[in-house]
């Protein structure tokens, strides 16, 4: 797993879904989807997700998330709130057990029905309440602030995921984040020789001139 985003103190972290890394994009405007967590008390986080601009017919059914690498997933309890937007089956289990087709490894998936009429479309939110199975440990909004492991060598990190059906006359989907995600790190011995070979320009340069 990879560093957490820099987020200043805030009250809330909010995640702006307005880029698509695989697929077709969503028909609206962007940002198609928003997440926000904020902390509630010690060791409870309140976890927000909204539909704001998916077109009609659009749906979310996959979306996945990100845990920092210190904490177990498989020890977040989710309580479910009925406040109007449909409930999804959550999977938790080893640090990087989901991939999202496309790009990245993430820690955590939320399954939301795929037919019929309770899908999580246009205008819907949902909400969760989330705290940690662990007495020595307190999870807060910043714990979810992480990226993804990247798939490949060459794949992008994100900080989450969702997978977005329904698009171009129902028969589009496309994976969107919040964000271009980053590219990978080079390995230390990639640096080397990248080192290596600006130092030996260098001198050829300056024999040159």
Known sequence: ML???FQADAAE???DYNY???GTA???NAPWLQVTFENQS???VRMTFQANNLAKGEFVTNWYFNLNPILDPSKLIFTYYDIG???AVISTGAQDAFKAPGDGKFDIRFAFPNAGSNLFDGNDTTLYMISYDDPDIKISMK????YSTPDTGDSKSFLS???VQGIATGAGSGHVSPGEGLSPVPEPGTLLLLGLGLIGIGIILREMF
Not at 143 to 146: I, L, M, R, T
């Open 26 to 28: 969503p028909s609206g």
């Open 20 to 22: 698509t890394y695989t």
């Open 85 to 87: 937007g449909p409930s």
């Open 42 to 44: 010690s060791n409870l």
């Open 3 to 5: 560093a957490c985003a």
């Open 143 to 146: 714990s979810f602030n992480f």
């Open 13 to 15: 972290i909010i995640f």
């Open 161 to 163: 995921a969702a997978h």
